[in-house]
């Protein structure tokens, strides 16, 4: 669906779609040549990060495995707390394996920090982060991404994989919610 689709259930749109895939360019030229010749596996967090990936993955210039990760964390509502639980683990044993995980975005950080010192626990040869978005006034614990779309204001997203309780992934582009949603 279109921004022109969401009726007034949109506030603004903060990301087209071309800005949205010119990004994940950048990004994807940026992954290949740091890992050109290493063998590295994208591990998309489900479910936000399927359109991520597929864009992603598409737009490098070699071939690139993936692989899946659901979790689901406690607490309530639309802030997280960092307190995970694995829905669906890896199929692939990432022991020496270049890891690269892919995320929609990083809000407090929480989670990805769970995933990512789960991950380095299991021998990963090296893991890293790639995420579309970043909210730099979210964040309550230090999160190194390395390839990172864009930054954006500290307001809750929908949109290319974001959901607002499950509704509206399947907008291209990234938007915030009109205040009236939440009430
Ligand atoms: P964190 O643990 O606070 O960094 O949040 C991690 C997850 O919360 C993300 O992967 C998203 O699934 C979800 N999330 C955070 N901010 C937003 C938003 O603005 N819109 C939709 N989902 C969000
Ligand atoms: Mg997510």
């Given at each position: 669906?279109?921004?022109?689709?969401?009726?007034?259930?949109?506030?603004?749109?903060?990301?087209?779609?071309?800005?949205?895939?010119?990004?994940?360019?950048?990004?994807?030229?940026?992954?290949?040549?740091?890992?050109?010749?290493?063998?590295?596996?994208m591990v998309g967090v489900?479910?936000?990060?399927?359109?991520?990936?597929?864009?992603?993955?598409?737009?490098?210039?070699?071939?690139?495995?993936?692989?899946?990760?659901?979790?689901?964390?406690?607490?309530?509502?639309?802030?997280?707390?960092?307190?995970?639980?694995?829905?669906?683990?890896?199929?692939?044993?990432?022991?020496?394996?270049?890891v690269l995980v892919v995320e929609?975005?990083?809000?407090?950080?929480?989670?990805l920090?769970?995933i990512l010192?789960?991950l380095?626990?299991?021998?990963?040869?090296?893991v890293e982060v790639a995420?579309?978005?970043?909210?730099?006034?979210?964040?309550?614990?230090?999160?190194?991404?390395?390839?990172?779309?864009?930054?954006?204001?500290?307001?809750?997203?929908?949109?290319?994989?974001?959901?607002?309780?499950?509704?509206?992934?399947?907008?291209?582009?990234?938007?915030?919610?009109?205040?009236?949603?939440?009430?």
């Amino acid at each position: 669906m279109d921004a022109e689709h969401m009726g007034d259930a949109l506030e603004r749109v903060l990301l087209t779609e071309e800005e949205i895939l010119a990004g994940l360019d950048r990004m994807a030229r940026e992954i290949a040549a740091d890992y050109e010749g290493k063998d590295v596996l994208m591990v998309g967090v489900l479910k936000g990060a399927v359109m991520v990936v597929s864009d992603l993955m598409r737009a490098m210039p070699y071939s690139v495995p993936m692989d899946w990760m659901a979790i689901s964390s406690y607490g309530s509502g639309t802030r997280s707390s960092g307190v995970v639980r694995i829905l669906k683990d890896l199929d692939t044993d990432i022991t020496d394996r270049h890891v690269l995980v892919v995320e929609d975005v990083i809000d407090s950080g929480l989670t990805l920090s769970w995933i990512l010192e789960n991950l380095e626990l299991r021998g990963a040869a090296s893991v890293e982060v790639a995420t579309l978005l970043r909210k730099p006034e979210a964040q309550k614990v230090e999160i190194d991404a390395k390839y990172v779309g864009f930054d954006i204001p500290n307001d809750f997203v929908v949109g290319y994989g974001l959901d607002f309780d499950e509704r509206f992934r399947n907008l291209r582009c990234v938007g915030t919610l009109a205040p009236h949603m939440y009430s």
